[in-house]
């Protein structure tokens, strides 16, 4: 079974409009950790935003917000006032165990694209 | 501060030969990682240094992948010899081993590697 999953292969969205990029996660272990990263063209993965298991907020960082459903296990990345630089292919991950060296399992991405 | 360097950007092989991929990670960070992402396929885990020393190599595909990471610095991923399925990009990602970080890969823009 998949860990993590990204279900909208694309998405488009108009510049200045909030955009929602979806991911669910599969695990059993109590103690885990959400990651969103951001790859423009030039290839870099840009971390974006993190959700430990065990937050009781939901993480914020920026325009960038995760809205994180435990009982559902889905971490939905939601993008504020979307720019034209947001453009790129996000990537959710995830974390399992307590250790803060895990190694992190990806969704296949969504490819986002912000038109004028 | 320097984020995690990557070289070279591109490499264009032939099979049967060898590749080598250098990373240097962020300065201070004791943890490094390298991903792996084949065409059309989720970025996947390889292994997993802290220090000089291999904490998990279990993604590591065959015994044609050697990792190195001499001194605890900077790590090479030697590819010997290269097979066609061996083409994708390689990620490399460094975390610190303690503070708020801990938790956070950094990534580098990748290799990419072309095996004809």
């Known amino acids: 079974a998949q860990k993590i999953t990204q279900t909208q292969p694309g998405m488009f969205v108009q510049e200045k409009e909030a955009v929602t990029l979806d991911c669910t996660y599969d695990?059993?272990?109590?103690?885990?950790?959400l990651f969103w990263y951001k790859q423009p063209s030039s290839g870099e993965m840009i971390f974006l935003i993190y959700?430990?298991?065990?937050?009781?907020q939901n993480a914020t960082e920026g325009r960038y917000s995760l809205n994180f459903q435990k009982a559902r296990k889905s971490a939905n990345l939601v993008i504020s006032a979307s720019q034209l630089g947001d453009s790129a292919m996000y990537f959710c991950?995830?974390?399992?165990?307590?250790?803060?060296?895990?190694?992190?399992?990806f969704g296949k991405g969504t490819m986002l694209l912000v038109s004028p | 501060e320097a984020g995690v360097t990557q070289f070279p950007s591109h490499s264009v092989i032939e099979k049967g030969q060898t590749v080598t991929l250098r990373c240097d990670p962020i300065?201070?960070?004791?943890?490094l990682y390298w991903y792996r992402r084949v065409m059309g396929k989720e970025i996947k885990f390889l292994l997993h240094?802290?220090?000089?020393?291999?904490?998990?190599e279990s993604g590591m595909p065959n015994n044609r992948f050697l990792a190195e990471r001499t001194g605890g610095t900077y790590s090479t991923l030697k590819v010997q010899p290269a097979e066609l399925e061996d083409s994708g990009v390689y990620f490399c990602?460094?975390?610190?081993?303690?503070?708020?970080?801990?938790?956070?890969?950094?990534f580098g823009a990748g290799t990419r590697l072309s095996v004809l």
């Open positions: 959700q430990g298991s065990y937050d009781q």
């Open positions: 695990t059993s272990d109590p103690s885990y950790g």
């Open positions: 990602a460094s975390s610190p081993r303690e503070g708020s970080a801990k938790n956070i890969q950094y």
């Open positions: 300065s201070g960070h004791d943890n």
């Open positions: 240094f802290v220090k000089e020393s291999k904490q998990d």
């Open positions: 991950a995830m974390r399992e165990g307590r250790g803060g060296y895990s190694t992190l399992t």
